[in-house]
């Protein structure tokens, strides 16, 4: 099988500014050098503490920031080679919905206008044909056409991220970049919103990338997990095996701060991270974990692990086993 996403050695760095003539200090290494793939009906979960370069890694994807080295294909095409009218059907292919789909909601437009703009702004339907493929969307995502004349306000934050998944799913994409699309709801409404893009992806064949902090979230709709540690992925399997038999001290951590109690690492020793997460601009060299990992030895501070090539990929001087 081909896959429909690439991405490779990619990296994004920002420059660090000091001075009143902006001199560029450092470079705050949000994502520095990783790789992956997404199979077209695919969820790969990309799981990590804020600032691990998650986001960041969606932004490139979705080609809102350029990567500093590296690329992103997209059904097989380098996303920095295409130009014109290729450019920008890869663009409506390629969609993202936010956290806080209500930041990403200008307050002062009414829904039904929101959700015309980007059709109109690609012309993918005739103009006649707008409206009603509106009130299309709207019943798609469980809203109705009689919701179009309401601003953003007046909408609960489960139903803002049913318009800001309507807005992406609008343009027919093929892959949906979704940072983290529950984070910020109730949990009662989490279920609901996650069914919603599960039903979505099987009716409309969509890939997804899901960012998410925590591994509770993603368990049931990712098929893959990508564990992401300061910019680099520190593991990445099969959904199952990433609970079942973690082998990154860093994932076993997180395993442990999911709430609900996970019998199969009963007899495993409880990791617990020591510190906080160092900063980006000045990562610690050798393995990037080796200030939290209970297990550092020598060669941990002086050597950064790869990641290997296997199914289950790990990148540790001492997997677990
Ligand atoms: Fe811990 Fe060493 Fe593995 Fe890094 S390489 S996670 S410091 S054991
Ligand atoms: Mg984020």
């Not at 959700?115 to 409206?131: F, Q, R």
Request: aromatic residues 6%; contains cysteine; glycine residues 6%.
């Amino acid at each position: 099988q081909t896959p429909l996403l690439v991405v490779e050695k990619l990296k994004k760095y920002y420059p660090i500014k000091k001075g009143i003539i902006s001199r560029t200090v450092g470079h705050v290494k949000a994502v520095d050098g990783i790789d992956f793939h997404i199979y077209p009906g695919e969820t790969l979960a990309l799981v990590g503490e804020s600032g691990c370069g998650k986001s960041t890694t969606g932004r490139a994807i979705v080609h809102l920031e350029p990567p500093t080295e590296g690329r992103v294909i997209f059904a097989g095409q380098d996303m920095a080679a295409l130009q014109g009218a290729e450019l920008r059907k890869a663009r409506t292919d390629l969609q993202i919905i936010f956290q806080d789909p209500y930041s990403s909601l200008n307050p002062r437009k009414r829904i039904g206008d929101l959700l015309a703009e980007p059709l109109l702004a690609h012309k993918l339907v005739p103009k006649s044909e707008v409206s009603q493929k509106v009130d299309e969307i709207l019943e798609i995502v469980g809203l109705t056409k009689y919701h179009k004349s309401r601003y953003p306000h007046e909408f609960s934050g489960g139903q803002r991220q049913r318009i800001g998944i309507a807005r992406a799913l609008i343009l027919q994409p093929k892959l949906i970049v979704c940072d983290e699309p529950v984070s910020a709801l109730d949990v009662s409404i989490q279920a609901q919103v996650l069914n919603l893009l599960k039903d979505l992806q099987k009716e409309f064949q969509l890939t997804y990338l899901f960012i998410a902090h925590g591994l509770g979230a993603v368990k049931y709709i990712s098929d893959r997990i990508a564990i992401m540690y300061l910019g680099k992925i520190v593991e990445l399997a099969q959904t199952q095996e990433i609970f079942k038999s973690p082998r990154h001290p860093y994932t076993q951590a997180l395993l442990h701060a999911y709430p609900i109690p996970n019998p199969h690492l009963r007899n495993r020793e409880r990791i617990v991270m020591e510190g906080d997460v160092p900063n980006p601009a000045n990562p610690p060299k050798g393995c990037r974990f080796h200030t939290r990992c209970p297990f550092a030895k020598e060669i941990c501070r002086e050597q950064a692990p790869d990641l290997t090539k296997t199914a289950h990929a790990v990148a540790c001087h001492f997997p677990l086993v």
